[in-house]
């Protein structure tokens, strides 16, 4: 039986179309189970309808068959998403008669659904004239073979061989920006390539080495100016990739190994490509994720310079309309050069949601996917719409999908311009509950965003960032200018600051930790309470900042028991009387700030009375929250599903830590995305939250949905959706909720 399945798999593989391949599966199957008819039914999710594809024994005229999903036997094996063995066809209630394909003579039937990631992609189905069960044998010999093909069918459909409609496609992929794009899709391919590059010598090598300056140089002149160009729109944390290529650019080894390759006679390219690819190996093969996207970046570098290298006259693309750009792996480079209106999505095939890229496109308000398996020339300048809450990328939709998508992206523009036109009012629900909203800031403050004005803070301000972008620790006095600046953006508001939280999926490049299990490990306030130097230059360096402005309260990742809480607390006092003294000196004060502890870890749920006396202040940790009692990691595509914040235990916790805040008198706030979701937030505020954290681009949407619900409505769908035991039917609640309050614009579907 293995043989016969073997080589039933292997013809189907070796089939040059989809059609071919099922022709293939249908004979050899009729054949190896020596029946009388298969076929293959495949599914149309967008028309919720079988067609009949292949098949060996009916009659399959030039007339297209489909059958409705709640129609037929087959109908009924996708349904049940099961096998049905039936000895007489035409005797079971849901059997229905199609004319024209010869059915009537078979009687016994028996139907496996073709299923791959838990989505039926059809139903294969043996028929015998003789009236008879399928033995068990033979039903398992069918399960076995549809469970095969379904990778092989799911890989075909994502490669556009998929029969639906003409040319028609629908990809999916992780949704790393939301927001909706209908345009033409653009795929690059003038670009020069990396992997293309091959050996070559030059004859001259000084003309070659100048060939290598001249191109450094106007590499570092583009990124200076990308710089610029996006210095207005976005927070500086996402620029710091330009900072980075001007940083390596500038680098002395790497120029040096480049000077090394010309001299020994190699052409420039050649030396690039060497070069670059022998940097980006050993990141690469690091196990870390953070330091396998440095690998990214520093390909993206050679990419550049190779671009700059290359004699062509550079093709400056110039486009009418807004485009989709298609790519291999974003960059950020690619990103920028689009220029500003002309790019209305990105689709990618690699790439992960959490990379420097992805961040930029959130930043800049670009609908983006990552992930998907498409082929570039069938996808090329034909219409797409790209689903950036769903990850959903479809290629030549329907006139309805098309016609239906476009009426979201006008309420998509509509609803921004209404939110953005009064984002600088406050925060107060409609029956006058006031909501304090902050922003989680990164590498530094943009005290240029109009967005500003109208925030009570920063309610979480990632320390982390500078340190990951550094080649070593970086001293107090470079701590000390990155700190002021962000609290002298923010002279009157409170700016919560996070200790380091490195370890995780952020390690350190100059301090790499090997863990098997790196979430549970040498994280947060264990690490800095094992390197209590590295902690006290920290905290120093934060004290010294805050002298004169007053308005900086400390927050401590990642506790999970309270002596980690006390012993932190001892080296900040000993920080704070250290500072203190020397500022005394100077005729200046010392402002003691606000201790605050991060509940992250779910050990902490059951210590909150602990706290009393100990911290002033409370930061509720979604995101770290979820992945610890949900125990799935926040970072792995495999478990994406399973990481959900609106599971009834993540929701429980959330308001167990209100009320317990509550009854302790102990400030709280929540800074995880959960908060700056429209969702989570009604759930959080009905709940009993006054204070949410999130990123800058959420705060007007954010402030705009509260500001047109009363607080005790969100009181009563937070009481009901506490009651419900599963998360999909609490995101139903809501969604409900927030349509029945005409504000249903601001979730989609399927946005997790
Ligand atoms: C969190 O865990 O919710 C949080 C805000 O911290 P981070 O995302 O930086 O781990
Ligand atoms: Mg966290």
Same mark, same amino acid.
Not at 88 to 103: Q, T, Y
Not at 328 to 346: D, F, H, I, Q, Y
């Given at each position: 039986m293995l043989t016969q399945l073997r080589d039933i798999v292997d013809k189907v593989v070796s089939a040059h179309t989809l059609i071919d391949a099922l022709d293939q599966l249908v004979s050899n199957t009729t054949l190896a189970m020596k029946t009388d008819c298969c076929s293959v039914y495949i599914a149309d999710h967008q028309r919720q309808i079988y067609t009949l594809m292949a098949t060996q024994g009916l009659n399959k005229s030039r007339r297209r068959i489909s059958l409705r999903f709640d129609q037929g036997l087959v109908g009924l094996v996708g349904q049940r998403a099961e096998p049905l =063995?039936?000895?007489?066809?035409?005797? &079971?209630?849901?059997? *229905?008669?199609? +004319?024209?394909?010869?059915?009537? +003579?078979?009687? %016994?039937?028996?139907? /496996?659904?073709?299923i791959h990631q838990r989505q039926v992609l059809g139903v294969i189905v043996v028929q015998q004239r003789q009236q008879r069960e399928f033995n068990e044998s033979e039903e398992s010999f069918l399960v076995t073979l549809a469970a095969q093909l379904a990778g092989i069918l799911a890989h075909a459909k994502a490669q556009g061989m998929w029969f639906e409609q003409g040319n028609r496609l629908h990809l999916t992929g992780s949704a790393a920006s939301s927001g909706v794009a209908v345009a033409k899709a653009w795929w690059d391919d003038t670009q020069p390539l990396l992997e293309?590059?091959?050996? @070559?010598?030059?004859?001259?090598? &000084?003309?070659?080495?100048d060939r290598l300056t001249i191109a450094i140089d106007?590499? !570092?002149?583009?990124?200076?100016?990308?710089? *610029?160009?996006?210095? +207005?729109?976005?927070?500086?944390? /996402?620029? @710091?990739?330009?900072?980075?290529?001007s940083h390596l650019l500038n680098d002395p080894l790497l120029r040096q190994d480049l000077k090394t390759r010309i001299d020994g006679g190699d052409q420039a390219e050649w030396a690039v490509r060497q070069v670059v690819e022998a940097y980006s190996n050993r990141f690469s093969n690091m196990k870390d994720q953070y330091l396998k996207e440095r690998a990214r970046d520093i390909r993206e570098l050679g990419q550049r310079?190779?671009?700059?290298?290359?004699?062509?006259?550079?093709?400056?693309?110039? $486009?009418?309309?807004?485009?989709?750009?298609? /790519?291999? #792996?974003?960059?950020?480079?690619?990103? @920028?050069?689009?220029?500003?209106?002309?790019?209305?999505?990105?689709?990618?095939?690699?790439?992960?949601? =959490? %990379?420097?890229?992805?961040?930029?496109s959130r930043a800049l308000g670009i609908p983006a996917i990552m992930g998907v398996d498409f082929t570039p020339h069938t996808v090329h300048n034909n219409v797409v719409v790209v689903d950036g809450y769903r990850g959903d990328f479809l290629v030549n939709p329907n006139r309805h999908v098309l016609a239906e998508y476009r009426r979201l992206l006008r309420e998509d523009d509509e609803l921004e311009k209404i939110v953005e036109g009064d984002q600088q009012q406050l925060a107060v629900t409609k029956d006058q509950q006031r909501i304090m909203v902050h922003i989680n800031a990164g590498l530094s403050a943009d005290s240029h965003l109009a967005i500003n004005k109208g925030i009570d803070g920063v309610g979480l301000y990632r320390t982390e960032v500078p340190f990951l972008l550094q080649r070593s620790f970086p001293s107090e006095e470079e701590q000390i200018n990155q700190y002021r600046t962000i609290l002298h953006t923010y002279p009157h508001q409170p700016v919560v600051m996070?200790?380091?939280?490195?370890?995780?999926? *952020?390690?350190?490049?100059?301090?790499?930790?090997?863990?098997? =299990?790196?979430?549970?490990? $040498?994280r947060g306030i264990r690490f800095t309470l094992d390197h209590p130097e590295i902690f006290m230059i920290q905290v120093r360096a934060m004290l010294r900042a805050s002298i004169g402005l007053n308005n900086m309260d400390?927050?401590?990742?990642?506790? %999970?028991?309270? =002596? #980690?809480?006390?012993?932190? *607390?001892?080296i900040i006092e000993r920080a704070y009387a250290d500072v203190a003294q020397t500022a005394l000196a100077a005729g200046q004060q010392l402002h003691k700030p606000r201790?605050?502890?991060?509940? #992250?870890?779910?050990?902490?749920?059951?210590?909150?009375? @602990?706290?009393?006396?100990?911290?002033?202040?409370? +930061?509720?940790g979604s995101n770290d929250l979820t992945q610890y009692l949900l125990a799935v990691d926040r970072n792995n595509a495999r478990v994406a599903s399973v990481y959900d914040a609106l599971h009834p235990a993540v929701l429980h916790a959330l308001k167990h830590i209100v009320d317990s805040a509550e009854k302790y008198q102990l400030p709280v706030c929540v800074c995880g995305e959960l908060a700056g979701d429209p969702v989570? !937030?009604?759930?959080?505020?009905?709940?009993?939250?006054? %204070?949410?954290s999130m990123n800058a681009r959420n705060v007007a949407k954010i402030k705009y949905i509260l500001r047109h619900i009363n607080s005790t409505d969100m009181t009563a769908l937070a009481i009901q959706a506490l009651q419900v035991d599963i998360a999909d039917d609490v995101r139903q609640l809501t969604t409900v909720f927030i349509e029945q309050h005409q504000l249903g614009g601001f979730i989609r579907a399927g946005n997790k």
């Open positions: =063995n039936v000895a007489d066809a035409r005797l &079971h209630p849901r059997f *229905k008669h199609v +004319s024209g394909i010869g059915e009537e +003579s078979f009687r %016994s039937f028996f139907g /496996t659904p073709i293309h590059v091959a050996p @070559a010598s030059c004859l001259n090598i &000084h003309a070659e080495q106007a590499a !570092a002149k583009e990124f200076r100016r990308l710089r *610029k160009r996006f210095d +207005s729109d976005l927070q500086k944390e /996402t620029l @710091a990739i330009f900072d980075l290529f310079l190779l671009y700059f290298l290359c004699d062509d006259e550079p093709n400056e693309q110039q $486009w009418d309309e807004p485009i989709v750009l298609l /790519t291999r #792996e974003l960059t950020a480079a690619m990103l @920028a050069t689009v220029p500003a209106g002309k790019l209305a999505a990105v689709v990618a095939q690699d790439g992960a949601a =959490n %990379s420097h890229a992805a961040i930029l996070r200790t380091l939280d490195i370890g995780g999926d *952020k390690p350190l490049p100059y301090l790499p930790i090997e863990e098997d =299990n790196p979430f549970l490990g $040498w400390i927050l401590l990742p990642m506790i %999970s028991s309270i =002596n #980690e809480l006390d012993d932190a *607390k001892a201790i605050g502890i991060m509940i #992250e870890v779910p050990s902490m749920l059951y210590q909150l009375h @602990a706290l009393v006396g100990r911290v002033d202040f409370l +930061s509720v989570g !937030a009604l759930l959080l505020v009905g709940m009993g939250y006054r %204070s949410l």
